[in-house]
């Protein structure tokens, strides 16, 4: 990071053979189209690139800091499309099916042949071992961008129930993901 | 100790799940709390680390290409590293002084009318040289008179600025993101209409992207202020005449396409209320 706020594009570089993976297949669960996926994954790094010097390793680690900026810059071209219905739709089958948008819970025969970190192994079984429905109020926070009020009436539940288990799930994620995190407990 | 209404309002304001109007005094809240702070801190890192489980899509061979080249566009290494640098690894050597000869001998006639020659030859160019002078001078003062009447208009125009931004009518409003860089002031003079917004360390808005200013009356939709973008060291400016009627309430800096937008389409990346600080 010191490398890349000092500006050295070498160091961008190494920052996206490390990360671009993970970078591009976050926008493409989010955004319908590849194409759409890559422009967000360029802007995230540009993103990046002209505020590295902003990042703060006390409050997090790059990834972390990384992949938020590529979620936030793939829901605003999403709303921005006016496509959220489609991705609320596909969000609402694959959490039926207790699969999310894009998301793997486990499940290793769509992703055969593709060998996952222990990272991802960790967050994938993380995810599975969540209730049901606190799992759906995530992913359509996550994946579709909805707000509480609006994931409330498309699950026709309470709002209150929806910010309980929204906490709630986090919560149960935070514990589960505590060997990840930088940031001290 | 946080409340239970608060930490509910961390997660969603992570993941994007707060509502608008409840945004704003969160991050007001995040502002002024540590502790809140950390809380959010580490459910951004939980939520990032929730994009590791994402099924794993290869991405275009050419996109690394492409970031890497735009990010030389936009902030290249500097010169003179590449000259040091390069001054490390292959130091020129030293000019060799040229040896000098001595003049010819010449015949005395043939060098009287040669020096006379000479003489002429220097006063013509003297002339020359004296009314290529006397064009540049012309040149350089409409250049300064240019620059005068350019410079009477920044200061009046900054006369008008520092109007709005000093008296006792006026209310200076503190906009800030979630207790760390960017900043920004929003100075408010209710009696001429005046506001001036001035911002630090706020990243320039990318390509086909703009900063978006609004004013928001309590209880009313987001009203635009106006557009900006900021210099390469993070400070902007946007000098306005509030639209009379509206009684500002908060103040919020967004994101948006170029041109701007009718109503925000990103989280607030600013936010202050009036009467706060």
């Known amino acids: 990071m010191s490398r890349l706020i000092a500006g050295d594009e070498r160091a961008l570089g190494e920052l996206y053979d490390r990360y671009g993976g993970t970078a591009y297949s976050l926008a493409c669960a989010i955004v319908p189209d590849n194409a759409d996926a890559e422009e967000v994954v360029a802007e995230a790094f540009a993103q990046i690139w002209r505020s590295a010097a902003s990042f703060d390793p006390a409050r997090g680690n790059v990834i972390a800091w990384l992949t938020m900026i590529v979620r936030s810059r793939a829901l605003d071209l999403v709303r921005s499309q006016r496509r959220r219905a489609r991705a609320l739709d596909d969000a609402v089958a694959f959490s039926d099916e207790t699969e999310a948008p894009g998301m793997s819970t486990g499940s290793e025969q769509a992703d055969r042949g593709v060998e996952l970190s222990e990272a991802q192994v960790l967050v994938r079984r993380s995810l599975a071992e969540l209730p049901l429905p606190q799992r759906k109020v995530l992913e359509l926070a996550y994946f579709a961008g909805l707000s509480q009020s609006e994931i409330a009436e498309h699950l026709n539940e309470p709002l209150g129930t929806v910010k309980t288990r929204m906490r709630a799930g986090m919560e149960k994620l935070r514990q589960q993901l505590r060997p990840l995190m930088e940031m001290p407990s | 100790m946080i409340s239970t209404e608060r930490l509910e309002q961390a997660t969603a304001y992570v993941l994007g799940a707060l509502e608008d109007e409840d945004r704003l005094a969160f991050e007001l809240a995040l502002n002024d709390s540590a502790e809140l702070q950390r809380e959010v801190a580490e459910l951004q890192e939980v939520a990032g680390l929730v994009a590791l489980a994402v099924r794993p899509v290869a991405p275009p061979a050419a ?132 506001l001036v917004l001035v911002t630090f360390a706020l990243p320039t808005a990318p390509s086909g992207r703009t900063y978006q200013l609004w004013g928001i009356a309590k209880g009313q939709q987001p009203v635009s202020l106006g557009t900006f973008n900021t210099a390469a060291n993070g400070t902007g400016q946007l000098s306005i005449r509030v639209p009379d009627g509206l009684d500002i309430a908060t103040g919020a800096v967004t994101e948006e396409p170029e041109g701007g937008s009718p109503q925000p389409t990103t989280t607030p990346i600013l936010a202050g209320n009036v009467g706060a600080t």
């Open chain 2, 63 to 194: 996109l690394r290409e492409r970031i890497v080249s735009d990010a030389k566009a936009v902030r290249p290494i500097a010169p003179r590293l590449a000259e040091a640098a390069q001054q490390r690894r292959d130091p020129s050597p030293p000019t060799p002084l040229r040896a000098v000869s001595g003049p010819a001998a010449a015949d005395r006639w043939s060098m009287t009318r040669l020096l006379g020659g000479l003489a002429v030859a220097a006063s013509l160019v003297g002339m020359i040289v004296m009314q290529n002078k006397f064009r540049e001078a012309d040149a350089r003062a409409q250049a300064l008179a240019q620059a005068v009447d350019q410079l009477r208009a920044q200061v009046g125009e900054r006369d008008a600025q520092l109007g709005a931004m000093i008296g006792p009518q006026v209310e200076t409003i503190r906009l800030s993101s979630s207790g760390t860089p960017p900043s920004a002031r929003m100075y408010w003079n209710r009696a001429s209409r005046q």
